[in-house]
């Protein structure tokens, strides 16, 4: 219980942090819209050039796959590339500074060389578990959850590594890997307690869709789009709280102290190693 406790003082410091520095919020935003156009781009290249009508019934023709991939891969860097200036942000923060989405952007811009590595490796795994799953039924979900959520849970200090050591992907992934040996249970904690406060902050948004559905078109419009708008806005704060969650857990795993406003979050016991380094 009290590690489920200090996953809530984490969330707490995570939303200080945000409130102090809202520019933060502006990076899971520009991830979102430069996730919508490339949907839009891909998949209007795919509806022109992709289909090939001439077979059985409409199929994705060898170009339509290839744009998949891209698709795939472009999705991929957005998102690392976000992440990545949200870390950056949050990183001057935590160390007292004043962070703009300028800056932040920079920072990503210096790491391009290792960010596009990253997002090629990530983009090739997330293909492949959705094949997995698409091929094995059932089985094939329930082994690519699983799979999909180790390598989460053991990739998740790999953005700030990348951004805040310079490191390779190889070697990157390597660190990251032993943090979360020493850090396991209590990372997998941290970032459920995280995922409690995310739903709880949609239920208010879920709620009025369902009353707007069940009043009918008229309360669906205004009080389904209000949810929406509370959804939408609920993310993007989810969003940004993950990321500054991530920066402090590098922080405390690479040094063993969070600085800023975590500095007196008892991380000692919320994260305290499993194993030692000899």
Same mark, same amino acid.
């Given at each position: 219980?009290?590690?489920?406790?200090?996953?809530?003082?984490?969330?707490?410091?995570?939303?200080?942090?945000?409130?102090?520095?809202?520019?933060?919020?502006?990076?899971?935003?520009?991830?979102?819209?430069?996730?919508?156009?490339?949907?839009?781009?891909?998949?209007?290249?795919?509806?022109?050039?992709?289909?090939?009508?001439?077979?059985?019934?409409?199929?994705?023709?060898?170009?339509?796959?290839?744009?998949?991939?891209?698709?795939?891969?472009?999705?991929?860097?957005?998102? !690392?590339?976000? *992440?990545?200036? =949200?870390? /950056?942000?949050?990183?001057?923060? &935590?160390? $007292?500074?004043?962070?703009? %989405?300028? #800056?932040?952007?920079?920072?990503?811009?210096?790491?391009?060389?290792?960010?596009?590595?990253?997002?090629?490796?990530?983009?090739?795994?997330?293909?492949?578990?959705?094949?997995?799953?698409?091929?094995?039924?059932?089985?094939?979900?329930?082994?690519?959850?699983?799979?999909?959520?180790?390598?989460?849970?053991?990739?998740?200090l790999v953005v700030p590594i990348l951004v805040l050591e310079d490191l390779g992907v190889g070697d990157a992934l390597k660190r990251s890997k032993d943090m979360f040996k020493r850090t396991w249970g209590e990372n997998v904690i941290g970032q459920g307690g995280l995922g409690i406060v995310g739903f709880l902050v949609m239920l208010p948004g879920m709620f009025l869709i369902a009353v707007g559905a069940a009043?009918? !078109?008229?309360? *669906?419009?205004? =009080?389904? /789009?209000?949810?929406?708008?509370? &959804?939408? $806005?609920?993310?993007?704060? %989810?969003? #940004?709280?993950?990321?500054?969650?991530?920066?402090?857990?590098?922080?405390?795993?690479?040094?063993?102290?969070?600085?800023?406003?975590?500095?007196?979050?008892?991380?000692?016991?919320?994260?305290?190693?499993?194993?030692?380094?000899?």
């Amino acid at each position: 219980m009290s590690r489920f406790q200090t996953s809530w003082a984490i969330a707490k410091r995570s939303w200080a942090v945000l409130k102090s520095d809202k520019t933060l919020a502006w990076f899971p935003v520009l991830s979102a819209i430069g996730s919508l156009v490339v949907f839009a781009v891909i998949g209007g290249l795919v509806a022109l050039m992709g289909i090939d009508s001439s077979s059985t019934g409409d199929s994705l023709a060898p170009m339509g796959w290839v744009l998949v991939v891209v698709a795939y891969l472009a999705l991929a860097m957005v998102q !690392t590339y976000f *992440l990545a200036a =949200l870390v /950056a942000g949050a990183d001057m923060r &935590l160390r $007292g500074n004043d962070s703009t %989405v300028r #800056a932040a952007l920079d920072i990503a811009n210096s790491r391009l060389h290792r960010l596009l590595p990253w997002a090629i490796v990530t983009a090739t795994v997330t293909m492949v578990l959705q094949a997995i799953e698409q091929r094995f039924g059932i089985v094939g979900r329930i082994v690519a959850g699983l799979v999909g959520l180790a390598w989460n849970l053991v990739t998740f200090l790999v953005v700030p590594i990348l951004v805040l050591e310079d490191l390779g992907v190889g070697d990157a992934l390597k660190r990251s890997k032993d943090m979360f040996k020493r850090t396991w249970g209590e990372n997998v904690i941290g970032q459920g307690g995280l995922g409690i406060v995310g739903f709880l902050v949609m239920l208010p948004g879920m709620f009025l869709i369902a009353v707007g559905a069940a009043i009918g !078109t008229a309360g *669906l419009v205004v =009080l389904g /789009a209000a949810g929406v708008v509370w &959804l939408i $806005g609920s993310a993007v704060v %989810v969003s #940004a709280l993950s990321g500054i969650y991530r920066t402090a857990l590098y922080h405390f795993a690479a040094d063993g102290q969070v600085p800023g406003e975590f500095s007196d979050v008892n991380f000692h016991d919320a994260f305290r190693p499993r194993r030692h380094d000899t």
